[in-house]
């Protein structure tokens, strides 16, 4: 069964200091993957999302993932996070059993202090 | 562009009353649309989907349901909450895999 795992569920960095947020997923054929971003009370947001070239893909506001298909990993990172990345982090593989459906990671709570 | 649009943001509602949230898709065509709901502290949880009007698949047996009645119009219903409803129900829609999700603003739901 398809599922995705984020094994950290809170991270704390210092503003300024590099992000590298955790992704694993299970997916039988070529997956579609991504990162959304959700600021407390909204919906949302997409940050990058990869389905085939180039392993490493940019994002918005800063952010990159890689995928490697040996460890079924897609990692979030940032060189440098700023106060305002505080939020919500999901991973996301996309299925296609017919219906397009999302299966989305139980999600990592990232805190930045000054 | 396209834009959604979900609401109310916030509602409060006795246990055994009915529900009805409403999303609507904006400068698109033939969306597929979704509704999720996210409970405090976890992750998103799939509700129903469609691909087209009147085409519902549901992915978790419960007292909710959904409806397609126009193309860009789905709805999230429930004859009788429970308290197991309160949550944050999100709807979102895409062109496909590759294009991902955008989402709505979400409502906020407490059963009381």
């Known amino acids: 069964a398809q599922s995705v795992t984020q094994p950290d569920i809170h991270i704390t960095v210092s503003e300024g200091a590099s992000l590298e947020l955790r992704c694993n997923y299970s997916?039988?054929?070529?997956?579609?993957l991504f990162w959304y971003v959700q600021s407390p009370g909204q919906g949302l947001q997409l940050l990058l999302k990869?389905?085939?070239?180039?392993?490493l893909v940019q994002g918005i506001k800063g952010f990159e993932a890689e995928f490697k298909r040996s460890q079924s990993s897609f990692n979030l990172r940032k060189p440098s996070v700023h106060w305002s990345d505080a939020a919500e982090y999901f991973c996301a593989v996309g299925v296609d059993t017919g219906g397009f459906k999302t299966i989305f990671g139980a999600g990592t709570r990232l805190f930045v202090k000054a | 562009s396209q834009t959604i649009h979900q609401w109310p943001a916030t509602l409060v509602q006795p246990v055994g009353s009915p529900l009805s949230l409403e999303c609507t898709v904006e400068g698109t065509s033939n969306p597929n649309l979704y509704w999720y709901r996210q409970a405090a502290g976890r992750g998103l949880q799939l509700l129903f989907y469609?691909?087209?009007?009147?085409?519902i698949s549901s992915e978790v047996p419960q007292n909710l349901s959904a409806s397609r009645p126009q193309d860009r119009q789905f709805i999230l219903s429930s004859k009788k909450l429970l308290l197991s409803d309160s949550g944050f129900y999100l709807c979102?829609?895409?062109?496909?895999?590759?294009?991902?999700?955008?989402f709505g603003s979400g409502t906020r739901l407490t059963v009381v």
């Open positions: 469609s691909v087209g009007i009147g085409q």
């Open positions: 997916y039988g054929a070529t997956p579609y």
């Open positions: 990869y389905f085939s070239g180039d392993t």
């Open positions: 979102a829609w895409s062109r496909g895999q590759r294009s991902g999700y955008t």
